[in-house]
């Protein structure tokens, strides 16, 4: 099997490239707007939303080409999740990947703005995928539905609305799998999208992607209470902070590493269909369990 560090490298590198090439613009309206996009989205990390839909891609014979783009799009909504919930108003964070926040450096007005751009822009990237016209708008309508209300900023409001309370494992969950697990569905959707493919198929590929997103925020929150901040590029202990409700809080270290560990296992029992063809998902899923920032 081949070494899956090599194989996120690999990927991350191609996604980096692409990403540069969708934002060296024909038309700039704003210079410092493109600047302050740029500041985020291409300050490295590990593209693992891209990879994911890649992977995926590659498993199902899909068009790589467009997996490409279609992950490319969710890392810039990515982005600018992260640029947002770094604002005062939000989580209020000072480092990201290493680099100050987007606010401190560009201002808050136009980090909202950058974060807006690359929001807007993502469906413009979506919009001239070549593809099938039923399989973009599936991109399309999949993308706008975990990253929207039903998804990721769903599960923003329902974080800041946590702060302070203590939650049920129920109610914690309910964040987590919006906030953290709706990109990651989609991105593993989309590279379903991107392909030929079965109910079967989809189906076994939606529930790795549910596990997944809960076994990374199970290690996210495990990083936070035991990680560096010089590994993680971010300050570190900020959930215990904000006072938010957390695996390791609800459930102690060690159930949560248990817990962390029987998602990942849950995970790669869900591509057993697909035999020796997903044993690079499977490690992806080792790879996730096992990071350390």
């Known amino acids: 099997m081949r070494e899956i560090k090599n194989i996120l490298k690999t990927k991350a590198e191609e996604v980096e490239t692409n990403l540069e090439k969708l934002m060296n613009l024909k038309e700039e309206t704003a210079p410092r707007l493109t ?3 740029k500041y985020t989205l291409l ?38 999740s992260l640029i947002h919930d770094d604002l005062p108003a939000m989580d209020d964070d000072q480092l990201r990947r290493g680099k100050k926040t987007n606010h401190l450096v560009f201002g808050e007005a136009e980090a909202i703005l950058a974060g807006d751009a690359l929001l807007t822009y993502a469906f413009e990237v979506l919009s001239e995928l070549e593809l099938d016209p039923a399989a973009k708008i599936k991109i399309i309508a999949n993308t706008a539905k975990y990253s929207g209300q039903q998804g990721m900023v769903g599960g923003q ?30 991105a593993v959707l989309n590279g379903v999208y991107c392909s030929d493919y079965s ?20 290690v996210d929150d495990l990083l936070d209470l035991t990680g560096e901040t010089e590994k993680m590029g971010k300050v570190v202990g900020r959930d ?8 390791p809080k609800l459930l102690g270290l060690n ?4 817990a962390a560990q029987e998602h990942a296992d849950q995970a790669k029992t869900e591509l057993n269909i697909f035999g020796d063809k997903a044993e690079d998902l499977k490690a992806l899923v080792d790879y996730i369990l096992k990071r350390q920032h």
């Not at 494992?169 to 990109?183: D, I, P, S």
């Not at 109910?199 to 199970?218: D, M, R």
């Not at 215990?240 to 695996?247: F, H, R, V, W």
């Open 43 to 80: 300050s490295g990390g590990k593209r693992i939303r891209p990879v994911l839909s890649l992977m995926t891609a590659e498993l199902l014979d899909g068009n790589y080409e467009a997996a490409l783009k279609a992950g490319s799009a969710l890392e810039m909504i990515h982005s600018y």
């Open 199 to 218: 109910e079967k198929e989809e189906q076994a590929l939606l529930a790795y992607a549910e596990n997944i997103g809960v076994l990374f925020q199970i």
């Open 255 to 258: 159930a949560a590493r248990a």
């Open 157 to 186: 409001i329902l974080d800041l609305e946590g702060e302070n309370k203590k939650l049920s494992l129920a109610e914690m969950q309910k964040v987590h799998k919006a906030k953290t697990g709706a990109l990651i569905k989609a």
């Open 35 to 37: 600047e302050a996009m």
């Open 240 to 247: 215990e902070e904000l006072n938010k409700s957390t695996y």
